[in-house]
């Protein structure tokens, strides 16, 4: 499992010298395993706290688009899925919000990479994240894209 987690990049590995974890390594795993459980609970716990009538508002990072969907992309929305249809069965309104974001120098150079524009680029990787969510059945309510006009309009 840590060297699992060590591969997704979610911690680093330090392999001894008889190719087990090191000591310190091994702590973080234990810190990781027994602390995420406890960062979700009390998500949950907190947010039930507040009216029925407020609607509940649960967003995703937006994710850049300089490259395809990864597994860390996917651990984080089906967190947040999770948390959102918990608040659901609660009777809440929830609004579940992910996207991409669309903007940078590293869109850019990925796109010429690529052989593209930027807008084609971003339309791709935005198209595979939404078929990533709906093949994982991922309930958002709205997937926003940064370039989209209304979002535009309302930030500038």
Excluded at 73 to 100: E, H, M, N
Aim: hydrophobic fraction near 45%; charge should be negative.
């Amino acid at each position: 499992m840590l060297r699992l987690m060590g591969w997704l990049g979610l911690v680093r590995v330090t392999v001894a010298s008889n190719g087990e974890p090191s000591e310190p390594m091994v702590l973080v795993w234990c810190l990781c395993y027994l602390l995420c459980p406890l960062f979700l609970f009390l998500c949950v716990f907190f947010c039930c706290c507040c009216e029925p009538t407020d609607p509940f508002v649960l967003t995703t990072p937006l994710y850049y688009v300089n490259a395809p969907p990864h597994m860390g992309s996917a651990y984080t929305t089906i967190a947040a899925d999770a948390i959102a249809r918990f608040q659901r069965l609660l009777g809440k309104k929830v609004i579940f919000i992910t996207g991409t974001d669309e903007h940078g120098e590293k869109i850019a150079a990925a796109a010429a990479a690529s052989g593209s524009s930027p807008s084609e680029h971003c339309d791709v990787i935005s198209q595979s994240y939404k078929t990533l969510w709906k093949d994982l059945d991922i309930a958002y309510d709205k997937f926003i894209r940064t370039t989209d006009p209304k979002h535009e309009g309302i930030l500038f």
